[in-house]
């Protein structure tokens, strides 16, 4: 099994990033993953672009992870009330072509931390939101860290309670892919 992960914050040194290893941590032994890191060179999603003789090759490479991963995790901080805008555009370029997208049936779970109380939470229940209309296999279960530039420490999250809820939220997305899996 292997997890590709998004993290929509673009800076060194985002504790998102920080929340993402911590949550890849946790995923039982032997899952791999790949955290996509060219999101910056995403261009703006374009319909003009869609097409074989346009697509960026960076939107291809994109599409062709999330194919050959068995799940996604979004890690997503706040802006403005929802989500940064690259995590909506990769979403955006993952979701087409429609009807045979490579997001489409993938399980899914979102993570998000933000330097408010909240934990991101409107960024995380948009991230679910768009996950689930570009046909993701999303949990509806997310984990928000809240003050999050005091909540690590050695690349642990501090609170013991939110990280046992990171660990339980990342075994469920492994599990779910295990159904899905068995199912088939
Ligand atoms: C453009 C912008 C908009 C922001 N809007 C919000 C917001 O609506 N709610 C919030 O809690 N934090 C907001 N923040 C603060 C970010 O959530 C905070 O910087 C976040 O922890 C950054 O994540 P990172 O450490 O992974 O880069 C905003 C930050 C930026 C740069």
């Known amino acids: 099994m292997n997890v590709l992960v998004l993290v929509g914050s673009l800076r060194a040194g985002s504790t998102n990033r920080q929340l993402a290893d911590a949550a890849v941590a946790h995923l039982p032994s032997g899952v791999g993953t790949t955290v996509f890191e060219r999101l910056a060179d995403l261009p703006h999603y374009s319909e003009e672009l869609d097409h074989d003789d346009a697509l960026p090759e960076v939107a291809r490479d994109l599409r062709d992870a999330v194919a050959d991963h068995d799940a996604l995790l979004l890690v997503t901080p706040e802006y403005n009330g929802s989500l940064p805008s690259a995590l909506k555009n990769a979403v955006d370029w993952v979701s087409r072509p429609r009807g045979a997208s ?23 229940e948009d991230g679910v939101k768009v996950l689930k209309v570009a046909g ?10 809240g003050s999050a530039f005091q909540a690590f420490a050695e690349g642990r ?14 075994r469920s ?5 295990e159904r899905a899996r068995d199912a088939a």
């Open 136 to 145: 993701a296999d999303v949990l509806d279960d997310t984990v928000g860290v």
């Open 157 to 170: 999250l501090t609170d013991a309670e939110l990280d046992g809820a990171l660990r339980d939220l990342v």
């Open 173 to 177: 997305l492994a599990a779910k892919v």
């Open 102 to 124: 490579s997001v489409a049936g993938k399980p899914a779970a979102v993570l998000g931390a933000s330097g408010s109380p909240r934990g991101a939470q409107w960024a995380r």
